[in-house]
T-cell receptor, first 116, second 109 residues
């Protein structure tokens, strides 16, 4: 079974621009969540989608948004980029149904975003 | 406020010894606790899940304990090898998954 795939692997953007990151979950997984990882803040939850609906949202500004398609693939968008948005963005899929807490997360290798 | 702490940012041990990593949490009542391994430049990889009614869980050289009274989980790697060098993260589920800051383990040959 193929793992979680994230594209692109690396991205360099300028302040004020916007960016879209893509995530393809493991086949059959309907839950997709996104995380931001920085050396200072660690791994922080952005949002989770399940069957095309946002099920949960973390404490990030509205510049961070996402969506999920009917094939469970997900995209994350960050508008009006700031220097502080430089981070590793990780996507994870889960085979859990209505509840996610007892299912392992399967992570992709992330998109490294650098904002200059 | 809710908080997850892991005992130290970095831990160095000699090959063959047992590594013990600690995860402490406050203001959570998790039904499950998970441990992940993360190598540089890669996403975390799931290792073990332990339920609140399980005192201990084992998988090969890995052992996890979960004490809901102490609000603590211990993660042990026995007969450690240099290949075990990585960052280890504990995770709880509140309204969503929350990860600890991680402990960077270095196993020295």
């Amino acid at each position: 079974k193929a793992g979680v795939t994230q594209t692109p692997r690396y991205l360099i953007k300028t302040r004020g621009q916007q960016v879209t990151l893509s995530c393809s979950p493991i086949s059959g997984h309907r839950s997709v969540s996104w995380y931001q990882q920085t050396p200072g803040q660690g791994l922080q939850f952005l949002f989770e989608y399940f069957s095309e609906t946002q099920r949960n949202k973390g404490n990030f500004p509205g510049r961070f948004s996402g969506r999920q398609f009917s094939n469970s693939r997900s995209e994350m968008n960050v508008s009006t980029l700031e220097l502080g948005d430089s981070a590793l963005y990780l996507c994870a899929s889960s085979g859990g149904g209505a509840s996610s807490y007892n299912s392992p997360l399967h992570f992709g290798n992330g998109t490294r975003l650098t904002v200059t | 406020s809710q908080k997850i702490e892991q005992n130290s940012e970095a831990l160095n041990i000699q090959e063959g010894k047992t590594a013990t990593l600690t995860c402490n949490y406050t203001n959570y009542s998790p039904a499950y606790l998970q441990w992940y391994r993360q190598d540089p430049g890669r996403g975390p990889v799931f290792l073990l899940l332990i339920r609140e009614n399980e005192k201990e869980k084992r998988k090969e050289r890995l052992k996890v304990t979960f004490d809901t009274t102490l609000k603590q989980s211990l993660f042990h790697i026995t007969a450690s090898q240099p290949a075990d060098s990585a960052t280890y993260l504990c995770a709880l589920y509140g309204q969503n998954f929350v990860f600890g800051p991680g402990t960077r383990l270095s196993v020295l040959p």
